[in-house]
């Protein structure tokens, strides 16, 4: 496997969102949707923030198929054999773990950080907003 090939990333663009490196915001279809880079489970594989008018909402798709990724706590064997077996390149998939790790640690109030295979933080972010 390998690093996503350069003239990819050029044909994404070289703004950067919070950290990360390659990210275009995508004002054709819509202000405040940006397309984010984050190769990894796939090669072209890519995480969406858009701009909610009170906060950023971060949905990563399978970047991530846990929660305990990003907060530490324990996460099913089967999930990180799944996410190993399937990783187009493994080396990014960690790399890109620890950097969704750091921005859920940041608990900053104007992002919430969802993914594709588990509703629990979907569902706590729900909670929160209802409060």
Request: glycine residues 8%; hydrophobic residues 40%; contains cysteine.
């Amino acid at each position: 496997m390998g690093a996503w090939p350069e003239d990819r990333r050029a044909q994404l663009g070289r703004e950067t969102w919070r950290g990360f490196a390659a990210a275009k915001e995508l004002t054709d279809v819509a202000a405040g949707i940006i397309l984010i880079s984050l190769p990894g489970h796939t090669c072209g594989h890519a995480c969406v923030a858009v701009d909610t008018g009170t906060r950023w909402l971060l949905h990563c798709g399978d970047a991530f198929y846990h929660p305990g990724t990003l907060d530490s706590g324990p996460v099913p064997r089967s999930l990180r054999a799944m996410e190993t077996a399937l990783a187009w390149d493994l080396k990014q998939v960690h790399d890109n773990h620890a950097r969704l790790a750091e921005l859920y640690r940041r608990n900053e109030p104007d992002l919430v950080i969802i993914n594709s295979h588990d509703r629990t933080l979907l569902e706590k972010a729900l909670e929160a907003h209802t409060r």
